[in-house]
T-cell receptor, first 111, second 114 residues
Framework: QKEVEQNSGPLSVPEGAIASLNCTYSDRVSQSFFWYRQYSGKSPELIMSIYSNGDKEDGRFTAQLNKASQYVSLLIRDSQPSDSATYLCAVNRGGFQKLVFGTGTRLLVSP | DAGVIQSPRHEVTEMGQEVTLRCKLISGHNSLFWYRQTMMRGLELLIYFNNNVPIDDSGMPEDRFSAKMPNASFSTLKIQPSEPRDSAVYFC????????????FGPGTRLTVL
């Protein structure tokens, strides 16, 4: 079992719709959870971090964490073609320990 | 504020040559991470440092790879000798080690070994 699992996609949504990206992790002691966006040919860009169960909203983005189910998700409201990218989920045990990345979900938002 | 700086941005070399990649951390950060990304293997952590000390180098592929952090803000990743299978994009990321540990990536170095 991979430490962090994501569906590779592509996830296709029409412009204006809600895109829902999901991630599961295997290590129950994980404390910090991150979503990175990576455009083709570019470096990963941190867009959301979440540390407590529940929802965290930032603009059109909402991160959701359920530690009991070992599940973290990213919702993108009012999806735009510019949101088309690969979204990487990353998990950390805390402190300066390493991040473990999923393989990413490719999102395609069609006009 | 300047982000993570990496050089060179592109490197093309021949098999057997030595390659040195460079990274400058964000000012005030004290942890540095070297990653490699390929289509086949995704994003892999090679090694990371905290306060100039290597913490975990278990991701370094083999002895041909070495990394140093000669001061608090600068690191090098060296491959000697290079092989075609080392072709990848190499990213450096920095963070301020704390309970948060948000990592910020540099632009990467695209390495091609012929």
């Amino acid at each position: 079992q991979k430490e962090v699992e994501q569906n590779s996609g592509p996830l296709s949504v029409p412009e204006g719709a809600i895109a829902s990206l999901n991630c599961t992790y295997s290590d129950r002691v994980s404390q910090s959870f991150f979503w990175y966006r990576q455009y083709s040919g570019k470096s990963p860009e941190l867009i959301m971090s979440i540390y407590s169960n529940g929802d965290k909203e930032d603009g059109r983005f909402t991160a959701q964490l359920n530690k009991a189910s070992q599940y973290v998700s990213l919702l993108i409201r009012d999806s735009q073609p510019s949101d088309s990218a690969t979204y990487l989920c990353a998990v950390n045990r805390g402190g300066f320990q390493k991040l473990v990345f999923g393989t990413g979900t490719r999102l395609l938002v069609s006009p | 504020d300047a982000g993570v700086i990496q050089s060179p941005r592109h490197e093309v070399t021949e098999m057997g040559q030595e390659v040195t990649l460079r990274c400058k951390l964000i000012s005030g950060h004290n942890s540095l991470f070297w990653y490699r990304q390929t289509m086949m293997r995704g994003l892999e952590l090679l090694i990371y440092f905290n306060n100039n000390v290597p913490i975990d180098d278990s991701g370094m592929p083999e002895d041909r790879f070495s990394a140093k952090m000669p001061n608090a803000s600068f690191s090098t990743l060296k491959i000697q000798p290079s092989e075609p299978r080392d072709s990848a994009v190499y990213f450096c990321a920095s963070s301020l080690a704390s309970g948060v540990n948000e990592q910020f990536f540099g632009p990467g170095t695209r390495l091609t070994v012929l």
